[in-house]
């Protein structure tokens, strides 16, 4: 197995990069989330987490265009899916064989809407934005198209989650009241 992949990332730069943002990002999601959807309910709270939600993760992209650095790794990583899949089809010379990468390349690579979903469900916005957004390394804001992803990210993540804490407040609250 080739180990060449691993000189694209910057140790240091994304072992502190992960830890600030998901630090972060734990406390937003099962701390302030919850907390908000408990005091304000789900329309509420779903909206005012939405709000801040789009206000963070902007405020999170501004930094990461503005440094002009790699620090969650998203470029790289969408570069290093790029690559994989071209080697894959250079290898695969048969014809059923190369017709599997294909269907692979359409689920994982191809398939924004699923990938859309998906990241939106399990990370947030901002990284379902820069890695659905064109090229890589490029740190040159928000395109037309990236507008309205995120945004759309932030509608599918937001009710998500929303309705997430709602369900783990309410559990939490009818638990209390029945044995306490």
């Not at 790794?73 to 990468?101: C, H, M, N, P, S």
Request: charged share 20%; proline share 2%.
């Amino acid at each position: 197995m080739k180990f060449g992949w691993i000189k694209k990332f910057n140790l240091k730069i994304l072992a502190i990069g992960h830890i600030v943002f998901h630090s972060f990002d734990y406390a937003f999601d099962y701390l302030l989330y919850p907390y908000v959807i408990y005091e304000l309910g789900p329309i509420y709270g779903g909206v005012t987490m939405a709000v801040l939600s789009a206000i963070v993760c902007l405020g999170i992209v501004w930094v990461y265009d503005f440094l002009e650095k790699d620090w969650l790794g998203i470029e790289t990583v969408k570069e290093l899916v790029e690559d994989f899949f071209k080697e894959e089809e250079e290898i695969a010379r048969k014809k059923w064989r190369k017709k599997g990468k294909k269907i692979m390349y359409w689920i994982f690579h191809r398939n924004k809407i699923g990938q859309f979903i998906f990241l939106s469900i399990a990370f947030d916005p901002l990284i379902t934005t820069v890695y659905l957004r064109p090229g890589y390394h490029l740190y040159n804001g928000f395109s037309k198209r990236d507008w309205k992803v995120f945004w759309g990210s932030i509608f599918v993540s937001n009710v998500w989650w929303t309705g997430v804490a709602f369900v783990a407040v309410s559990s939490l609250k009818e638990l209390v009241m029945r044995f306490f």
